[in-house]
């Protein structure tokens, strides 16, 4: 029995001397320094045990810990470095900024990704992970049909390349200048500074209008006179406010023509080209200045009229 009570008494006192620096307990006695009964000092004796092994298990993975951490570390700040050289190696070949913004961010997660499953093979089996993510790929890609399409929808964009970032186009009844193409949508700002995120699939099923793809365009301009003005008269007048606008393109030339016989008035068409960025200007300058050239000249811009005729039985 003196044996067996000088045996706890060691392991309490080499357990209690080993903690001693992370736990100043003594399992022995109790808070008022008194021994405590011995199915008491048995159960302490095995809780600080559990803890020193718990410290152990710590220990021992630290240095996996630590090799892990700089491993994800290190995805990060590579991925960084691939995306500033891809950046950087595409805009100085003058590649659209959508192509390889896209190419970034592909190759950004990609190596995020790869670094993140060697820290996590750090501490378990990487090929049973990759099973249960193919069975979960599987699964999400069935349930995700609509966000797979948007993904290959992008991926059309770019290689059939309708429009560009900067581009004014028109998709799905929205028209605005587009800033950004991202893997499932293509972000457009329109004239009044609304920021529209239209689905990739939408656009590619859609009919597309890029006002942006060629450097000129052509301005439709109508203009009603009265049928008492003289019609040449009224020509020549559009035709030296379009020589006066310095932002009309001389080729090819304007033209101006009587378009239809309206009910109270003579239509007249200008058809003018401008380059592609100035269009708006051009044809809010025109109408201003048409106006005001007419004023001048005395021709009217007639009202509607109603001829009404009165019979008398």
Same mark, same amino acid.
């Given at each position: 029995?003196?044996?067996?009570?000088?045996?706890?008494?060691?392991?309490?006192?080499?357990?209690?001397?080993? $903690?001693?620096?992370?736990?100043?307990?003594?399992?022995?006695?109790?808070?008022?320094?008194?021994?405590?009964?011995?199915? !008491?000092?048995?159960?302490?004796?095995?809780? %600080?045990?559990? !803890?020193?092994?718990?410290?152990?298990?710590?220990?021992?993975?630290?240095?996996?810990?630590?090799?892990?951490?700089?491993? @994800?570390? %290190?995805?990060?700040?590579?991925?960084?470095?691939?995306?500033?050289?891809?950046?950087?190696?595409?805009?100085?070949?003058?590649?659209?900024?959508?192509?390889? #913004?896209?190419?970034?961010?592909?190759?950004?997660?990609? /190596?995020?990704?790869?670094?993140?499953?060697?820290? @996590?093979?750090?501490?378990?089996?990487?090929?049973?992970?990759?099973?249960?993510?193919?069975?979960?790929?599987?699964?999400?890609?069935?349930?995700?049909?609509?966000?797979?399409?948007?993904?290959?929808?992008?991926?059309?964009?770019?290689?059939?390349?309708?429009? =560009?970032?900067?581009?004014?186009?028109?998709?799905?009844?929205?028209?605005?200048?587009?800033?950004?193409?991202?893997?499932? #949508?293509? @972000?457009?700002?329109? &004239?009044? #500074?609304?920021?529209?995120?239209?689905?990739?699939?939408?656009?590619?099923?859609?009919?597309?209008?890029?006002?942006?793809?060629? #450097?000129? *365009?052509?301005?439709?301009?109508?203009?009603?006179?009265?049928?008492?003005?003289?019609?040449?008269?009224? =020509?020549?007048?559009?035709?030296?406010?379009?020589?006066?606008?310095? =932002? /009309? %393109?001389?080729? &090819?030339?304007? !033209? @101006?023509?009587?378009? $239809?016989? !309206?009910?109270?008035?003579?239509? %007249?068409?200008? *058809?003018?080209?401008?380059?592609?960025?100035?269009?708006?200007?051009?044809?809010?300058?025109?109408?201003?200045?048409?106006?005001?050239?007419?004023?001048?000249?005395?021709?009217?811009?007639?009202?509607?009229?109603?001829?009404?005729?009165?019979?008398?039985?």
């Amino acid at each position: 029995m003196k044996n067996l009570v000088s045996s706890v008494l060691l392991t309490a006192t080499t357990v209690a001397e080993t $903690s001693e620096a992370t736990t100043l307990y003594n399992p022995l006695l109790d808070e008022n320094g008194q021994f405590v009964d011995a199915s !008491e000092a048995v159960n302490n004796i095995g809780n %600080l045990w559990e !803890e020193w092994d718990i410290v152990n298990k710590i220990l021992t993975a630290l240095p996996s810990i630590v090799i892990a951490v700089i491993l @994800v570390v %290190l995805g990060f700040v590579l991925a960084k470095l691939a995306s500033k050289i891809i950046v950087k190696t595409f805009s100085a070949n003058h590649v659209d900024p959508s192509v390889y #913004n896209f190419i970034r961010r592909f190759v950004s997660a990609g /190596i995020k990704l790869i670094f993140i499953l060697f820290a @996590v093979s750090m501490f378990y089996d990487v090929n049973s992970i990759f099973v249960a993510l193919g069975g979960a790929g599987l699964a999400a890609g069935i349930g995700l049909q609509d966000s797979v399409a948007q993904f290959a929808s992008g991926i059309q964009i770019l290689i059939n390349h309708p429009f =560009k970032t900067g581009d004014f186009v028109e998709v799905n009844g929205v028209s605005g200048s587009v800033t950004d193409i991202r893997f499932m #949508n293509t @972000v457009i700002n329109t &004239p009044d #500074n609304k920021k529209i995120i239209i689905p990739n699939s939408h656009i590619t099923t859609n009919h597309i209008i890029n006002y942006s793809a060629e #450097n000129s *365009r052509r301005v439709d301009l109508m203009f009603s006179i009265s049928y008492k003005d003289d019609i040449q008269m009224a =020509k020549n007048v559009i035709l030296d406010v379009i020589r006066d606008n310095d =932002k /009309i %393109l001389t080729d &090819p030339a304007p !033209e @101006v023509y009587v378009n $239809s016989h !309206e009910a109270s008035s003579v239509c %007249l068409v200008a *058809r003018i080209w401008c380059a592609g960025i100035d269009y708006w200007n051009v044809y809010f300058s025109m109408q201003e200045n048409v106006k005001i050239a007419f004023d001048k000249n005395g021709i009217s811009i007639p009202y509607n009229q109603v001829d009404v005729h009165i019979v008398n039985k």
